[in-house]
Structures are given as C-alpha cells and as structure tokens.
C-alpha cells in the first residue's frame, strides 16, 4: 500500500507542477500580457537606443572641437593677438601721369602708347 500512495501522491504532485507551468504559459501568452511585455521591451531598446546617440553624440562633439583647434592652429586663429595698430601697409598704385604733380605748366594729353610689335604683322 506503501508503493500506491507514493506514486500517488508523486503523481498530483507531477501534475500540480505542470497545470502550474502551463497556467504560467498560458497566462504570459495573453494579449495583455504580450502588449505589456513588448512595451517593456520597446522601452528597454529605446533607453538603450537613447544612451548610444548620446555617446555618439559627445564623441562627434570631442572630435569635431580637436578638429577645430588642430586648423585653428594649422591656420594660425589661435595665436596670440599683438594689440598694437598694425603698421601702414603699403598699396600698389597705378600713378596718373596726367595729374597736376607730373605735369609741369598746363596739363598735357597723354602721349601714343608704344608697342614692342607691330599689330598689323601676322605672327
């Protein structure tokens, strides 16, 4: 009688064990849950999604202002700013000679500009 009641009761006890685990299943597959769990899920990869543009973000950040300094520097916009006047700079000037300071007495036309060549030869 002793073998009967062990397997008896081993066998509620197999049986408790899978009506549990199916209800488990059962319950896990249900719209609710499923919606509840994809969400969850949804939120997870967007947190996750969210922290790597960051960092994606601050390294692009960094690099583009090492960048920025490296052609200040080739450029030369970071160097020290001398705060003196700079000195008078000097302009190429295309002089009139027809103005009054080359012209002695009254003004003059100008004369016919000479060529190195001939134009009317072919060459």
């Known amino acids: 009688m002793f073998r009967r009641t062990f397997w008896f009761t081993s066998g509620v ?16 597959l249900t719209p609710e849950h499923l919606a509840v769990t994809a969400a969850n899920k949804a939120i997870e990869a967007g947190g996750r999604l969210k922290d790597r543009a960051v960092d994606f973000a601050l390294e692009v950040r960094d690099h583009m ?3 920025e300094a490296e052609l200040g520097d080739a450029l030369g916009l970071n160097a020290p700013v001398d705060r003196e006047l700079p000195a008078p700079r000097s302009y ?32």
């Not at 006890?13 to 319950?27: L, Y």
């Open 65 to 67: 202002a090492r960048r």
């Open 92 to 123: 190429a000037v295309i002089e009139n000679r027809n103005s009054p300071k080359y012209v002695e007495g009254p003004a003059r036309k100008p004369t016919h500009q000479t060529y190195p060549y001939n134009r009317n030869e072919d060459h």
């Open 13 to 28: 006890a197999a049986g408790v064990w899978a009506t549990t685990k199916v209800n488990r299943k059962i319950k896990q």
